[in-house]
């Protein structure tokens, strides 16, 4: 096993999908270079690749919350943004 920190940009949008390895742990969401990056530690050595869905919620936006688990807000342009990952169970 070989535990990495991997950086996955994200497009402003309301929802997309990131692959990333089974097991992976998201650690956090902001911007870095003007684009709004989320970080997750994942084993780089499985190979199991499954799809994280993303969603991307301004700020006074209105979300039915269940199932989506908060991950992390950032700045951008002015604009506020709130990031959940979709976790059904």
Same mark, same amino acid.
């Given at each position: 096993?070989?535990?990495?920190?991997?950086?996955?940009? #994200?497009?402003?949008?309301?929802?997309?999908?990131?692959?990333?390895?089974?097991?992976?742990?998201? #650690?956090?969401?902001?911007?870095?270079?003007?684009?709004?990056?989320?970080?997750?530690?994942?084993?780089?050595?499985?190979?199991?690749?499954?799809?994280?869905?993303?969603?991307?919620?301004?700020?006074?936006?209105?979300?039915?919350?269940?199932?989506?688990?908060?991950?992390?807000?950032?700045?951008?342009?002015? #604009?506020?943004?709130?990031?959940?990952?979709?976790?059904?169970?």
């Amino acid at each position: 096993m070989s535990t990495r920190i991997f950086k996955y940009p #994200l497009k402003i949008e309301d929802e997309q999908i990131i692959k990333m390895p089974l097991g992976y742990r998201i #650690l956090t969401v902001q911007v870095k270079d003007n684009v709004p990056c989320l970080w997750a530690l994942v084993d780089d050595e499985e190979k199991h690749i499954i799809s994280c869905e993303i969603k991307t919620v301004g700020t006074g936006c209105s979300l039915d919350v269940n199932p989506w688990w908060y991950i992390g807000t950032y700045q951008l342009n002015q #604009l506020v943004f709130h990031v959940f990952e979709y976790k059904p169970f």
